[in-house]
């Protein structure tokens, strides 16, 4: 279940994303940059993590991808869908797409459902609102009538049998509702599913049968999956590929494998030291300090005040995001050094997975750069 | 009890909640019902000692801590604290022992009044409980109880306000809070679990210092095995009001008898992308406790299941396996594994 599931050399990804920028505008004046070149690639039926502490870009770049962010917020970079950018045009360019190609499964999604209207009829909504040109919908009496039966269909796929749809949301429990929750999402018929913590908050028995369910899906439907979530063990069960996000950007990338087993970046094996096993006896140690401030520029790498391993190249030049075992030579640290959005665009991109790459696994740090196997220097 | 004897004690606790019943109930008679939340608990912590309370949304962990600090009544069992049965104590005669007894809950962002500053949230529970004679005194007490739960300088954090500490921080202070009044027994109710990953060993590792000093006891309330198995000396697994394994950490997790806890094990996802556990998912969730099966209360979801699962509601003991004699005996030895569960 792990190995790589990257199409093939010559295929098309289904959905790739390059170089994605979030900036937000501050009430008092000046700019957050909360997404700082963020690039995957995704093939049909792949499961695709994305793991960090919160505040590090996370639902903020999923939002990006869906077109879903406040005004107050500037994206830049690609999200390409089937070699189309879905984000060139603005909001006008996104709506064909959100629902029916891209769609999402909110964080707490499952107590957002409206309290007082039946489940089914909030799953038949969008299908009315969305799907009227939807195959199923053919030589129905009524787009009504059409919309509930694959209502109930919808809710059959997620586990739920279609009679229990006439329920309110409170007469279910809560893996119930979080089912109705994707369900809901599924309604158009996506291709790429992106969900926020959607195991989040739910008993461990019940983060069991969704992680179950979402595994089904992508692979039943050859649904695309990304895993928004703080949870690495459900990252590690769930995912073929994942991404350790700090400081808005990505600071790992690789398979799930590589990552547990060829750990080169210090935040992903602190992150995974700072999670308790139920079997190993290793100690478990926070992570001291907290994420950088993204508002302004940071000064070489945004882990530099955390890291246990910083060499002093740390201070002075931010790492980009490498292939693993590549060897580069470091590159002269460039006039300023600090400015930190137009320096990184001119850097050779690294996105996860690159479509020609063996493993794809990359890591931003100038440890990894310098030598194969890290040097690691007392704190 | 002696003096090294429980700390607390908790013995066949039982606590319901009435079922509220509409004007048809009334009118037909139908006798009121009950939601038997706590169902017969038993088991006791010793001072230094952390004991885990694992089990699903809705299986009486929370429930069962709230017995306990009697902010709801038992209607059953007896409660000891430090050799005293505090099940029929008045409120009047409560108050000085609630100091004995504190409470650290699950979500600092909602425990901490916004407009307090940390001096005051620690403070508070000195004030009510008139403690510190002065109020030179009481900052000195609010000092010490925060540099015990590890935020050092003391003064560094005194004039904060909560939104202006992280999220590792607000726990931190909640816990300083419980520890002004220098209680014996601190219950926590998912004390991490609304935290991010980065602090969560932090909190945990404070608890587990604080128990190990030797002045109080934990009572961690928490729906993460891994935690449990961590941290904890001794792991109950509750399930419907009723535990159905206790027995230390290591053991319940390495060599679970109870098919509920084999189950709970099962799906604990692993860190490692290379181990597949085979994961035992149970259909649906815990029953309606208003109506509880009869015999093994597991029985409807239990994969191994027998027939005489539906006649006899296994008690919990020691399995046949373990043997019956040896260990078990006062509290000087480990206590004994236990499990509720005819073919364990």
Redesign the interface.
């Known amino acids: 279940?792990?190995g790589t599931t990257r199409p093939a050399a010559g295929t098309p990804s289904l959905l790739e994303v390059r170089d994605l920028h979030v900036w937000f505008r501050l009430p008092g004046g000046g700019e957050l940059h909360a997404v700082q070149g963020v690039g995957f690639d995704l093939a049909a039926g792949e499961r695709f993590g994305l793991v960090g502490?919160?505040g590090c870009g996370k639902t903020t770049s999923i939002l990006a991808m869906m077109g879903l962010l406040p005004p107050n917020a500037s994206v830049a970079g690609e999200v390409r869908l089937a070699g189309t950018d879905i984000l060139a045009g603005g909001e006008d360019s996104v709506r064909p797409h959100r629902w029916t190609d891209l769609a999402m499964v909110f964080q707490g999604a499952m107590n957002a459902l409206n309290p007082v209207r039946t489940v089914i009829s909030q799953i038949a909504e969008p299908i009315i609102l969305h799907g009227k040109d939807a195959p199923w919908a053919a030589g129905s009496r009524s787009r009504a009538a059409a919309a509930r039966k694959r209502a109930g269909e919808l809710l059959e796929l997620v586990g739920i049998p279609a009679g229990t749809g006439v329920r309110y949301p409170h007469e279910f429990?809560?893996?119930m509702r979080q089912r109705a929750a994707i369900a809901m999402a599924l309604a158009c018929d996506p291709k790429v599913l992106l969900a926020d913590e959607p195991t989040t908050a739910l008993?461990?028995?019940?983060?069991?049968?969704i992680?179950?369910l979402l595994v089904r899906l992508s692979e039943e439907l050859g649904l695309a999956l990304v895993l928004v979530t703080?949870?690495?063990?459900?990252v590690?069960?769930v995912c073929q590929r994942a991404a350790v996000m700090y400081a808005g950007e990505i600071v790992e990338t690789g398979?799930?494998?590589a990552l547990?087993?060829d750990t080169r970046h210090p935040y992903t094996r602190?992150?995974?030291a700072?999670?308790?096993?139920?079997?190993a006896d290793d100690e478990?140690?926070?992570?001291p300090g907290?994420p950088p401030r993204l508002d302004r520029p940071v000064v070489g790498c945004p882990f530099l005040p955390r890291c246990d391993s910083a060499v002093s190249r740390c201070e002075s030049e931010r790492p980009a995001l490498r292939p693993v075992g590549a060897r580069q030579v470091a590159a002269a640290p460039r006039a300023g050094g600090a400015g930190l959005g137009d320096d990184r665009l001119s850097q050779p991109l690294i996105v996860a997975g690159p479509p020609d790459g063996d493993a794809g696994h990359a890591a931003a740090c100038h440890l990894n750069d310098l030598v194969e196997a890290p040097e690691r220097e007392p704190a | 009890m002696t003096a090294d004897g429980a700390l607390l004690d908790v013995a066949d606790l039982r606590t319901r909640y009435p079922v509220r019943r509409s004007i048809a109930d009334r009118l037909a008679r139908r006798p009121r019902q009950w939601v038997r939340a706590v169902d017969g608990v038993s088991f006791s912590l010793r001072r230094g000692e952390m004991v885990a309370l694992v089990g699903?949304?809705g299986c009486g962990k929370t429930t069962t801590a709230q017995t306990i600090l009697r902010m709801v009544e038992a209607c059953g069992g007896v409660i000891t604290v430090d050799g005293r049965d505090i099940t029929g104590l008045s409120q009047r005669r409560l108050r000085p022992l609630r100091r004995e007894i504190q409470m650290v809950y699950q979500d600092p962002y909602e425990s901490l009044d916004p407009r307090f500053r940390v001096r005051q949230t620690v403070g508070e529970p000195l004030l009510v409980h008139g403690v510190g004679a002065s109020r030179r005194e009481r900052d000195e007490l609010i000092a010490g109880a925060l540099e015990r739960a590890g935020l050092a300088p003391a003064s560094l954090y005194l004039d904060r306000y909560p939104h202006e500490l992280?999220g590792?921080q607000r726990q931190r202070v909640a816990i300083a809070a419980a520890l002004a009044l220098d209680p014996v027994l601190l219950l926590a109710d998912e004390p991490v679990s609304m935290l991010?990953?980065?602090?969560?060993?932090?909190?945990?590792?404070l608890l587990d210092g604080l128990r190990k000093d030797g002045r109080l006891g934990v009572l961690m309330i928490t729906?993460?095995?891994?935690?449990a198995?961590?941290f904890a000396d001794r792991i109950a697994v509750m399930y419907l009001g009723r535990i159905v394994e206790y027995g230390p950490a290591r053991q319940v997790?390495?060599d679970p008898r109870h098919p509920y806890t084999k189950?709970?094990?099962s799906?604990?996802?692993?860190?490692?992308?290379?181990v597949?556990r085979s994961?035992q998912?149970?259909r649906g969730?815990t029953p309606n406790p208003v109506a509880i099966p009869s015999g093994c209360r597991f029985r409807p979801r239990c994969p191994v299941a027998e027939a005489r699962c539906a006649e006899v509601d296994p008690q919990l003991e020691r399995p046949a396996a373990d043997g019956r004699d040896g260990g078990g005996h006062g509290y000087d030895a480990e206590p004994a594994r236990k499990v509720a569960c005819l073919l364990a």
């Open positions: 279940m792990t502490e919160s429990s809560g893996g008993d461990v028995m019940v983060q069991a049968q992680m179950d703080h949870d690495l063990p459900v590690a069960q398979t799930t494998d547990f087993h602190l992150l995974f700072a999670t308790p096993d139920l079997y478990v140690t926070s992570i907290t | 699903e949304s992280s590792g991010d990953v980065s602090v969560r060993a932090g909190v945990l590792s729906h993460d095995l891994s935690t198995a961590h997790v390495n189950a709970l094990l799906v604990v996802p692993d860190r490692d992308p290379r597949r994961a998912i149970l969730e």
